[in-house]
């Protein structure tokens, strides 16, 4: 099956589970606080539980460029299956947990686990698959993140019937089970990885990749777009359920499925249009990838906005649906507009980098709407994102000229 012309897809499918999983074990949290508020009082202080959200966003930022340089450097199948055995196993621990400290600490390991995922698998499918299908492999990808936030929506749901120790333990053991079957069906690509390491000439050194990215104009100018629409992009993660449960007056095991299923289809949707309408446009124009994106980017300006004053569940559903297609577009397109600047060799770390920034602004947006949802102000909070997405995307538009599809280093 490895040397077959379909093992590229293969890889998709293998690595769209361990995405699903990814987001379903980190989003549980969000919706099922109402269930845990009963054995850990101190969840029902909106800032708490930002603190609670934020300290896995601020350990996954501070890990991503480290785990972008160690799947340059190393073998992804085993950095992948062991993070994902460790973030299981931490979620399997979750209920356990009898105090906000125990909870916190879990949170904080998790975001050191679940970092190691994402530049290697993204890195991984980047490398499987070229020019003609590359943004739609990784958007197809992209949409395991965005049904794993669906589900993990269902956390308070499941909770509320049974418990939210036992949802804990389920989900967990689910991760456990299915890095064991990663270890016979997944491969790394051993091509790519002899042209990464380099190992005849010595040439790579620890901090090489880091020292090339933040000489490079373009990756600058990637790098503060994605940081920009990362803020929105977060707070509708880790905060969406709260908004819906407060405007539309409705109990947190209602909006919690309700907001994660409405952002993650239209999500879905998003990044399959923005990866076909991206792969194809590319073939015509160098610049189709940026396009794409910024038509991605433009969607979540009046989105923001209704998202935000929007009181009725007409307004902010659609509302939603049109953010999730445009963050889609543009989620989509992020890994492979970093091809077209990025030697291969490097851009696991790239995305690493791209992740720290954007999480780290997700952690702070994520402690900032904590006290604006203990003041009545969430909605003005997503209202105002969208004037610096516009700022965004001018910049994205402005300045982003690439000149290959596929950047190979000389």
Same mark, same amino acid.
């Given at each position: 099956?490895?040397?077959?012309?379909?093992?590229?897809?293969?890889?998709?499918?293998?690595?769209?589970?361990?995405?699903?999983?990814?987001?379903?074990?980190?989003?549980? !949290?969000?919706?099922?606080?109402?269930?845990?508020?009963? =054995?850990?009082?101190?969840?029902?202080?909106?800032?708490?539980?930002?603190?609670?959200? *934020?300290?896995?966003?601020?350990? #996954? /930022?501070?890990?991503?460029?480290?785990? &972008?340089?160690?799947?340059?450097?190393?073998?992804?199948?085993?950095?992948?299956?062991?993070?994902?055995? @460790?973030?299981?196993?931490?979620?399997?621990?979750?209920?356990?947990?009898?105090? #906000?400290?125990?909870?916190?600490?879990?949170? /904080?390991?998790?975001?050191?686990?679940?970092?190691?995922?994402?530049?290697? $698998?993204?890195?991984?499918?980047?490398? #499987?698959?070229?020019?003609?299908?590359?943004?739609?492999?990784?958007?197809?990808?992209?949409?395991?993140?965005?049904?794993?936030?669906?589900?993990?929506?269902? $956390? *308070?749901?499941?909770? *509320?019937?049974?418990?939210?120790?036992?949802?804990?333990?389920?989900? &967990?053991?689910?991760?456990?089970?299915?890095?064991?079957?990663? @270890?016979?069906?997944?491969?790394?690509?051993?091509?790519?990885?002899?042209?990464?390491?380099?190992?005849?000439?010595?040439?790579?050194?620890?901090?090489?990749? !880091?020292?090339?990215?933040?000489?490079?104009?373009?990756?600058?100018?990637?790098?503060?777009?994605?940081?920009?629409?990362?803020?929105? &992009?977060? *707070?509708?993660?880790?905060?969406?359920?709260?908004?819906?449960?407060?405007?539309?007056?409705?109990?947190?095991?209602?909006?919690?499925?309700?907001?994660?299923?409405?952002?993650?289809?239209?999500?879905?949707?998003?990044?399959?249009?923005?990866?076909?309408?991206? =792969?194809?446009?590319?073939?015509?124009?160098?610049?189709?990838? @940026?396009?794409?994106? +910024?038509?991605?980017?433009?969607?979540?300006?009046? +989105?923001?906005?209704?998202?935000?004053?929007?009181?009725?569940?007409?307004?902010?559903? $659609?509302?939603?649906?049109?953010?999730?297609? &445009?963050?889609?577009?543009?989620?989509?397109?992020?890994?492979?507009?970093?091809?077209?600047?990025?030697?291969?060799?490097?851009?696991?770390?790239?995305?690493? @980098?791209?992740?720290?920034?954007?999480?780290?602004?997700?952690?702070?947006?994520?402690?900032?709407?904590?006290?604006?949802?203990?003041?009545?102000?969430?909605?003005?909070?997503?209202?105002?994102?969208?004037?610096?997405?516009?700022?965004?995307?001018?910049?994205?538009?402005?300045?982003?000229?690439?000149?290959?599809?596929?950047?190979?280093?000389?």
């Amino acid at each position: 099956m490895k040397n077959s012309k379909y093992y590229p897809w293969v890889i998709v499918a293998l690595l769209w589970i361990v995405a699903l999983l990814n987001y379903m074990d980190r989003q549980m !949290l969000a919706t099922m606080r109402p269930s845990m508020e009963a =054995d850990i009082p101190e969840l029902v202080s909106g800032e708490n539980f930002g603190r609670l959200m *934020a300290i896995f966003l601020w350990i #996954y /930022a501070l890990m991503s460029p480290i785990s &972008g340089i160690i799947a340059d450097k190393l073998n992804r199948k085993w950095l992948i299956i062991g993070s994902l055995f @460790v973030w299981s196993a931490v979620t399997y621990a979750m209920g356990y947990a009898t105090t #906000y400290n125990q909870v916190y600490w879990l949170r /904080a390991l998790m975001g050191v686990s679940e970092a190691l995922y994402i530049p290697a $698998g993204l890195s991984l499918i980047a490398d #499987y698959h070229q020019q003609k299908t590359r943004s739609l492999a990784i958007g197809i990808h992209m949409t395991g993140l965005y049904v794993g936030s669906a589900l993990g929506g269902f $956390g *308070a749901t499941i909770a *509320a019937k049974y418990s939210w120790h036992s949802t804990f333990h389920h989900f &967990g053991i689910i991760g456990i089970v299915y890095s064991f079957i990663l @270890v016979f069906l997944l491969s790394e690509k051993k091509v790519s990885e002899v042209i990464k390491t380099n190992k005849k000439n010595g040439e790579q050194t620890l901090f090489k990749g !880091l020292a090339l990215l933040f000489t490079n104009i373009s990756f600058w100018v990637i790098l503060f777009y994605f940081a920009i629409i990362s803020l929105p &992009g977060w *707070a509708t993660k880790n905060w969406l359920p709260t908004l819906f449960s407060d405007n539309l007056g409705i109990s947190m095991d209602q909006a919690g499925p309700l907001a994660t299923i409405t952002i993650s289809f239209s999500s879905l949707l998003g990044v399959i249009f923005g990866g076909i309408l991206s =792969d194809k446009w590319v073939q015509k124009n160098i610049k189709g990838r @940026v396009y794409t994106s +910024a038509i991605g980017l433009s969607l979540t300006i009046p +989105a923001l906005m209704l998202i935000g004053f929007g009181d009725s569940l007409f307004h902010v559903v $659609g509302a939603v649906l049109c953010f999730g297609i &445009g963050y889609g577009m543009f989620d989509a397109n992020n890994m492979p507009i970093i091809c077209q600047f990025v030697s291969s060799k490097y851009r696991a770390t790239a995305y690493g @980098v791209l992740n720290m920034t954007g999480v780290g602004c997700g952690a702070l947006v994520t402690s900032l709407l904590g006290k604006s949802a203990d003041t009545g102000t969430l909605g003005l909070g997503f209202a105002l994102m969208a004037g610096v997405v516009l700022v965004a995307l001018i910049v994205q538009i402005s300045f982003l000229r690439p000149k290959v599809n596929d950047f190979v280093e000389a």
